[in-house]
């Protein structure tokens, strides 16, 4: 049951390397709560309760990911992530946090971290997002897509080129992406849209390959640059 599950949602499990994770958060019952979710999905999943511990097993053991939250005694997580950047640790960093802050996001990106989470998230939301960096994207939490676009613009002015990389998308798929633009998961665009999560995945799929992009972090970040906004195309109905 356990394989199947992780099959639904997209979670590969391999006997032979099952990825590890380090969970680092000073709030003992939400680390071990986060443990236990990894655990159910298939990780390799291990807890620090500060960031010195956290660093110290970051150093002597192999992860392949490292869950830091932001507040912390002794070391906070942007001090852990600014000591793994000297040091060129070979692991993806991601940020677990209880606030949206835009200073905190900015600065996590920029000292290397892969993703940007936060801890009301719902359990299947914050395994799939971990998936997400493992596998090579950038996870943001749903809600700081337009403040992650914002920080994008100001370094990287929009292209008038992207505009003709959505003509290529069809009314379904511009439709997907206006709700990816606002920060929904698959779950709610199924709920709002009135059709299967598997459709949701299967649109956001040919969404990503048609942009060129990677995850739907970047498709988001893409279409809020463009001012890609569902009020702005008024509501229809589109069939599947």
């Known amino acids: 049951h356990d394989q199947d ?3 639904r949602i997209g979670v ?8 590890r994770i380090l969970v680092v958060d000073d709030e003992a019952h939400l680390a071990d709560g986060i443990r236990e979710n990894l655990q159910a999905e298939g990780y390799d999943a291990t807890v620090a309760h500060d960031g010195v511990e956290g ?5 002597s053991e192999t992860f392949d990911l490292i869950l830091l939250d932001v507040m912390m005694p002794k070391m ?3 001090s852990v992530l600014r000591q793994l950047a000297r040091e060129q640790m070979a692991l993806s960093a991601v940020v677990l946090t209880t606030s949206p802050d835009e200073t905190d996001l900015a600065a996590a990106l920029q000292l290397g971290a892969r993703g940007y989470l936060l801890k009301d998230m719902e359990p299947d939301e914050l395994v799939a997002s971990l998936h997400e960096v493992l596998t090579g994207s950038v996870a943001v939490a749903p809600g700081l897509t337009s403040v992650l676009a914002e920080l994008v613009k100001q370094g990287h002015p929009s292209s008038k080129d992207e505009h003709q990389w959505f003509d290529s998308l069809t009314p379904r798929e511009l439709e997907i ?3 990816l633009s606002e920060g929904q998961s698959n779950k709610v665009i199924a709920q709002r849209l009135a059709i299967t999560d598997g459709t949701v995945k299967l649109h956001v799929k040919a969404v990503l390959r048609k ?3 990677r995850s739907r972090v970047e498709a988001a970040v893409m279409a809020v640059e463009n001012g890609f ?3 702005e195309r008024g509501t229809r109905k589109i069939a599947d």
């Open 5 to 7: 599950h992780l099959a």
């Open 76 to 78: 906070d997580g942007l």
């Open 12 to 19: 590969g499990v391999s006997a032979a390397s099952t990825p």
């Open 55 to 59: 660093l110290e097993r970051a150093k």
């Open 211 to 213: 942009l060129g992009v």
């Open 229 to 231: 906004r569902r009020h």
């Open 177 to 179: 992406l206006e709700h």
